[in-house]
């Protein structure tokens, strides 16, 4: 008799497969689960990370889980969440082994389940080689951390040409790299604006950054500032990023369903009608407070400060 698991497992991919989900549409969240199918949170967790493993359906921040853009075709039998593909032997996968295949499934993993589920061990089973293996390609977990920042930075090349002005090169480099935030929620989380891993791909963004400053006639100090101020914005907005998806992640629940969950709980913190404003904004018909709608004003917001800056520079101003 299969696990409870493997029978929601069996059921929504069937759903997939018929066409009754399609690509992008959003599968039944953990507590829908636990609702539908009477079984407890771990089981629903379970079932849909066997169903993300299997490449049926991939989680999105602030969306939930939702079927897959190519979904690979209907398999035999049930889904386990360890399944991979047969080698012939394990020295055949270790001659396999590269550096870059490492980091690949590295981050895989950690787009996936979170930087802290990237082990050696775990990469290990995941490669089926030996751990000892590894580190003859990758000599720590900080420098596989190391590797996986320069890849992600190195993802996306830099805007070249250039587009017209300051402001649109400012907020194409911020945009690009909320876009890289936005595929790698850990990303945010191993920067560091006083203490910087040197990695090459990511220098060549504060490089390109400070160019645009330096060229309006500021000096190095300050355009290395504008550089940092416009990291560390991304580093605030995009730590959002990482602890929702490990929030989803822990309880089942997109951060609408927990909000819907806290009514209750606001209605006893704002007894006698303590918080006006709060109260009547969520009373506002069709309003999310989106990440993405954050990051657009905080850009907005920061580079109408610096335009007053180079306005007044060109007036001679100190």
Same mark, same amino acid.
């Given at each position: 008799?299969?696990?409870?698991?493997?029978?929601?497992?069996?059921?929504?991919?069937?759903?997939?497969?018929?066409?009754?989900?399609?690509?992008?549409?959003?599968?039944?969240?953990?507590?829908?689960?636990?609702?539908?199918?009477?079984?407890a949170i771990a089981t629903a967790t379970k079932a849909l990370a066997a169903l993300q493993a299997a490449g049926l359906v991939r989680a999105v921040v602030g969306v939930?889980?939702?079927? *897959? /853009?190519? !979904?690979? $075709?209907?398999? &035999? #039998?049930?889904?386990?969440?360890?399944?991979?593909?047969? %080698?012939?032997?394990?020295?055949?996968?270790?001659?396999?082994?590269?550096?870059?295949?490492?980091?690949?499934?590295?981050?895989?993993?950690?787009?996936?389940?979170?930087?802290?589920?990237?082990?050696?061990?775990?990469?290990?089973?995941?490669?089926?080689?030996?751990?000892?293996?590894?580190?003859?390609?990758?000599?720590?977990?900080?420098?596989?951390?190391?590797?996986?920042?320069?890849?992600?930075?190195?993802? *996306? /090349?830099? !805007?070249? $040409?250039?587009? &017209? #002005?300051?402001?649109?090169?400012?907020?194409?480099?911020? %945009?690009?790299?909320?876009?890289?935030?936005?595929?790698?929620?850990?990303?945010?989380?191993?920067?560091?604006?006083?203490?910087?891993?040197?990695?090459?791909?990511?220098?060549?963004?504060?490089?390109?950054?400070?160019?645009?400053?330096?060229?309006?006639?500021?000096?190095?100090?300050?355009?290395?500032?504008?550089?940092?101020?416009?990291?560390?914005?991304?580093?605030?907005?995009?730590?959002?990023?990482?602890?929702?998806?490990?929030?989803?992640?822990?309880?089942?629940?997109?951060?609408?369903?927990?909000?819907?969950?806290?009514?209750?709980?606001?209605?006893?913190?704002?007894?006698?009608?303590?918080?006006?404003?709060?109260?009547?904004?969520?009373?506002?018909?069709?309003?999310?407070?989106?990440?993405?709608?954050?990051?657009?004003?905080?850009?907005?917001?920061?580079?109408?400060?610096?335009?007053?800056?180079?306005?007044?520079?060109?007036?001679?101003?100190?």
């Amino acid at each position: 008799m299969n696990a409870p698991y493997q029978r929601i497992v069996d059921e929504i991919r069937g759903r997939i497969v018929a066409g009754r989900l399609r690509p992008g549409e959003r599968v039944p969240s953990a507590r829908q689960i636990t609702q539908d199918w009477g079984v407890a949170i771990a089981t629903a967790t379970k079932a849909l990370a066997a169903l993300q493993a299997a490449g049926l359906v991939r989680a999105v921040v602030g969306v939930g889980t939702v079927v *897959a /853009e190519s !979904p690979p $075709p209907a398999l &035999e #039998g049930p889904l386990r969440t360890n399944a991979r593909p047969a %080698r012939s032997s394990g020295r055949e996968a270790e001659a396999e082994l590269t550096q870059d295949r490492i980091v690949r499934t590295a981050i895989g993993i950690a787009d996936t389940e979170g930087l802290p589920a990237v082990t050696m061990r775990r990469l290990a089973t995941e490669l089926d080689v030996a751990v000892m293996s590894l580190y003859r390609h990758v000599p720590s977990k900080d420098d596989l951390v190391f590797l996986m920042a320069d890849w992600i930075f190195g993802e *996306a /090349e830099l !805007p070249d $040409p250039r587009p &017209e #002005g300051w402001r649109a090169q400012l907020e194409s480099i911020t %945009r690009l790299q909320w876009a890289l935030a936005r595929r790698h929620p850990w990303m945010p989380s191993v920067m560091s604006l006083t203490r910087p891993m040197m990695v090459p791909n990511g220098m060549a963004h504060t490089e390109w950054t400070m160019r645009v400053v330096r060229e309006l006639g500021f000096d190095l100090p300050t355009s290395l500032h504008i550089g940092v101020v416009l990291a560390g914005f991304l580093i605030g907005i995009g730590s959002s990023l990482h602890m929702e998806a490990e929030a989803e992640r822990e309880t089942g629940l997109t951060s609408d369903e927990w909000m819907q969950a806290q009514d209750e709980a606001f209605a006893q913190v704002n007894e006698n009608g303590r918080f006006p404003l709060l109260e009547a904004v969520g009373e506002v018909p069709s309003f999310d407070l989106r990440l993405d709608d954050m990051f657009e004003l905080g850009l907005k917001l920061i580079l109408d400060g610096f335009e007053a800056m180079v306005a007044a520079r060109a007036e001679g101003a100190d």
